[in-house]
């Protein structure tokens, strides 16, 4: 399952910085640690983390990244999902990448569960399928 998840990540990375990040590279000249935080901005599932983690690794395996939830766990507005620490160049031109693959999954998550519990006591059971 990984080469599938890797292959996307590639593919959406290679379509963002096709070449490099220039606006990074213009101010960063050279290696620079740093730390960021990922601090949701409204509650709901959050799903995705090991996605987010992964488009890090593929750009940079020398970034930590520290998750603090884990897929699933519903997150209010102000939580610290994730931090990730290392060569703020790779992070910054990572960063918009990341982000749109753990918005989109936890975005899909909360609103799947608000269907259930619309669905809750009433008998109707929802199952996740591919077809459409």
Do not use: P, W
Request: glycine fraction near 8%.
């Amino acid at each position: 399952m990984q080469d599938n998840i890797d292959g996307l990540i590639l593919s959406a990375l290679r379509e963002d910085i096709s070449h490099e990040d220039i606006t990074t590279n213009a101010v960063i000249k050279e290696y620079s640690r740093g730390r960021v935080s990922l601090i949701c901005k409204q509650e709901g599932v959050i799903a995705g983390l090991h996605v987010f983690e992964r488009v890090f690794m593929l750009l940079d395996a020398g970034i930590k990244i520290n998750l603090n939830f884990k897929d699933g766990d519903f997150v209010k507005n102000s939580d610290v999902a994730a931090e990730v620490e290392g060569d703020i160049r790779a992070i910054l031109s990572c960063e918009r990448t990341a982000l749109n693959f753990i918005q989109r999954m936890s975005g899909i998550a909360t609103h799947t569960r608000k269907i259930v519990k619309m669905l809750d006591g009433s008998g109707i059971k929802l199952l996740d399928t591919r077809k459409t």
